[in-house]
């Protein structure tokens, strides 16, 4: 049997950035732009674990994998571990292309996440594959506008303009809402001029990105653990009927201590556990 290789896009930021949304416009599903990755309508943050879909284009396998928002305080140490640990599970691959998407204007705490998501990038080596992709951008089409927002970017802020220039590329998009039932009373005519433009939006937006992605592909970027974390993480979830919170306790530490060994800087990100004490207690 012939196992088909997949090009992995793994997509990341903060919540309400609009990763959802950029993972509904990548897949296309039927060519009408449906819903499969269900996006956030208010503060909430919708995405609650990770999930993956495939998709052809020009004859490249693409397996796209959105992840819950970075920082999302709801969630412990382990959670974001066991997370962490079932997404690597969905990309036998590795990572071929990381998206980290950013919206407009940063506060202090998005700032602060910079600085640590710069020493998680650098130390895993991990920036070569990394694209970053500014959503909500609706002049994306036009070449001035995208290359004047990126001179703003470096100057706005030094962790992002590091991350920027470490990465391959800032790709601006936009990748409005189909869903339009909720706005003011427009009538039918109207309403499907409105899906037709957001619609010409999303596939000028798929285009840009994907043709950026084929024309920056470089192989795929794995943990030196990943295979075996690969393997444990689905042995588990195939074989077990019910949960086993022993087991996923196992593959957290197991995760845990190839982070530590391997990306040390990642702890610093984990909220909590500024130091190394809550690592202690588990490792
Ligand atoms: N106009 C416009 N709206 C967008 C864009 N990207 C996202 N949105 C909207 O912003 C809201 C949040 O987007 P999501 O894609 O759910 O954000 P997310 O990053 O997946 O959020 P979490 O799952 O909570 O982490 C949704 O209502 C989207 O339709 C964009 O590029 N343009
Ligand atoms: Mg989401």
Redesign the pocket.
């Known amino acids: 049997m012939i196992t088909r290789e997949f090009r992995n896009i793994l997509i990341i930021?903060?919540?309400?950035?609009?990763?959802?949304?950029?993972?509904?416009t990548l897949a296309n599903r039927d060519d009408e732009f449906k819903q499969i990755?269900?996006?956030?309508?208010g503060s909430?943050?919708?995405?609650r674990e990770s999930q993956s879909e495939i998709f052809e284009w020009n004859g490249i396998f693409y397996r796209l994998v959105?992840t819950?928002?970075l920082g999302?305080t709801k969630l412990s140490n382990e959670e974001v571990l066991y997370s962490i640990a079932k997404t690597i599970g969905m990309m036998k691959e590795g990572i071929s292309h990381l998206l980290f998407?950013i919206?407009s204007k940063f506060n202090e705490d998005e700032r602060k996440n910079f600085r640590l998501l710069k020493e998680v990038m650098f130390e895993s080596r991990i920036s070569n594959y990394t694209t970053i992709v500014r959503?909500?951008?609706?002049k994306f089409r036009n070449r001035k506008d995208c290359d004047l927002d990126k001179k703003n970017l470096l100057s706005e802020c030094k962790d992002i303009a590091d991350i920027i220039w470490a990465c391959n590329g800032l790709i601006h998009?936009?990748?409005?809402?189909l869903?339009i039932s909720s706005d003011d009373d427009i009538d039918g005519d109207e309403k499907q001029l409105r899906i037709l433009v957001r619609k010409k939006d999303k596939i000028k937006?798929r285009e840009k990105l994907l043709n950026h992605l084929k024309n920056n592909y470089i192989g795929n970027y794995k943990l030196s653990s990943w295979d075996k974390m690969y393997l444990r993480i689905n042995n588990y979830l195939e074989t077990c009927d019910e949960r086993k919170y022993e087991e996923e306790e196992a593959i957290t530490i197991e995760l845990a201590a190839i982070i530590y060994k391997e990306v040390p800087s990642f702890i610093k990100t984990q909220q909590a556990s500024p130091e190394k004490s809550w690592w202690c207690q588990i490792l």
């Open positions: 930021g903060r919540s309400g950035n609009g990763k959802s949304a950029l993972a509904n990755f269900k996006e956030g309508s909430v943050s919708e995405t959105d819950i928002g999302d998407i919206d959503t909500r951008f609706e998009v936009d990748n409005p809402s869903d937006s």
